[in-house]
């Protein structure tokens, strides 16, 4: 199949991680890929050059570093006078239907809500299926902008979803079709690719025998990043090998690392294009997070990819996630009953405090985060994916 899949932008976030695994592992499968990127100035090169971008093409509106300068300006001084806020995205919105009248790819999966609106608009023309891969932006994009709901729902083939909090916007629609195809289906990585090795605890200036609570997210207050810095602090009172590696960036979290800048233990490391080296060098994952669109956040696949017992609350799919068929959880799943809709920082502190004191509680923890890993294999999520390309392709 040629199959062309769409993404808001490359930069780090899991939908955009999540286009470039997706990508990566249906071109790998043997598939004709397409990557259409709507907003390549906010590209990550880091990121992208983490994934094998020959097995795959990456398309968007890229023109010369002239021409893409005047193109902003005009764009400025449009937005600016009032006459045309919208010039710049209707240029990429018309490259994006040239390159499909151009490549005309057998199927369409889209990631995220507006891109998800442009595939549905431009594909219905030229009889393309397009197929909607469902995550947290409906949450709220859906709401904001209900004709273009309205519009998606009425022309895609099949929607997936990863957390049942994903439909709830469609659930509660009057244009709710009940025989239009919705599946449930978990993303994953591939858990046989060797994991990058160029970083040490030795270069991170952590000692080879220290406790590492890791914490990677997107750089806002609703994962949780002042609620873990509170906890670890009670920790580190109790346990001077414990050590949180902060891993992020944006104006949030430099004014944390402001405030915290003498706190003994905690490590700001700030970005990384590929974080899971650097959560194999962790002891345990941390995602104390109560952002409103939480789905099946990818860190915390990667942290149970890696062994990692993980402390984490109950938002989206994550009970889900932890929780193996025997009904144990792979580290502890924390209820949001704290400050703002966070989680209580003494339950999570008392969570990281078992993990470091009882080391048989660990042992048994990390082999449950083990186990736990093996449902995220991206292997099974492309061969159920695939399964409902065809079925699209047969509805079509």
């Known amino acids: 199949m040629k199959i062309l899949f769409t993404t808001q932008a490359l930069s780090i976030g899991g939908i955009e991680v999540l286009a470039l695994r997706l990508s990566e592992a249906f071109a790998k499968a043997g598939h004709d890929v397409i990557l259409y990127d ?110 273009r709901a309205h519009f998606i729902y009425d022309h895609v083939q099949a929607i997936i979803y990863a957390a049942d909090k994903n439909m709830s916007w469609y659930e509660s629609q009057s244009y709710l079709r009940p025989e239009l195809p919705v599946y449930k289906i978990y ?66 979290l430099a004014a944390l690392r402001l405030r915290y800048a003498a706190e003994p233990g905690v490590l700001f490391y700030g970005s990384h294009p590929n974080s899971l080296e650097l959560t194999a060098l962790a002891d345990a994952g941390l995602l104390p997070s109560y952002f409103p669109i939480e789905t099946l956040p990818n860190v915390i696949i990667d942290y149970l990819r890696c062994g990692l017992p993980v402390l984490a609350s109950d938002i989206g799919e994550i009970p889900n996630m932890l929780t193996l068929p025997d009904g144990s959880v792979a580290g502890a799943v924390l209820p949001r009953s704290g400050h703002q809709g966070g989680v209580e920082v003494s339950a999570l502190q008392q969570a990281m405090e078992q993990l470091l004191a009882d080391s048989e509680w660990y042992q048994q923890q990390a082999a449950r985060a083990r186990l736990a890993a093996q449902r995220f294999d991206l292997q099974v999520c492309v061969e159920q994916y695939t399964a409902v390309f065809h079925q699209a392709l047969k509805i079509n």
């Open 38 to 147: 709507f907003n390549p100035d906010r590209r990550n090169p880091g990121l992208v050059s983490s994934y094998d971008t020959k097995r795959f093409r990456l398309a968007a509106l890229e023109p010369s570093p002239v021409l893409n300068g005047l193109l902003w300006k005009a764009h400025a001084l449009l937005f600016k006078t009032g006459i045309n806020r919208e010039f710049r995205p209707r240029l990429i919105e018309r490259h994006f239907a040239r390159l499909l009248a151009r490549e005309r790819p057998d199927i369409i999966c889209s990631l995220s809500f507006h891109q998800d609106y442009q595939a549905c608009r431009y594909a219905s023309e030229l009889g393309i299926p397009v197929v909607v891969s469902m995550h947290g932006t409906y949450e709220y994009a859906a709401s904001e902008w209900p004709q």
């Open 187 to 252: 993303t994953g990585t591939d858990l046989h690719k060797p994991i990058p090795q160029t970083s040490t605890r030795v270069g991170l200036g952590i000692a080879s025998d220290a406790f590492v609570y890791i914490l990677v997210a997107r750089g806002i207050q609703e994962k949780g990043w002042e609620e873990a810095l509170q906890a670890f602090r009670g920790v580190r009172a109790r346990y001077a090998r414990a050590v949180l590696l902060l891993v992020g960036e944006g104006e949030y």
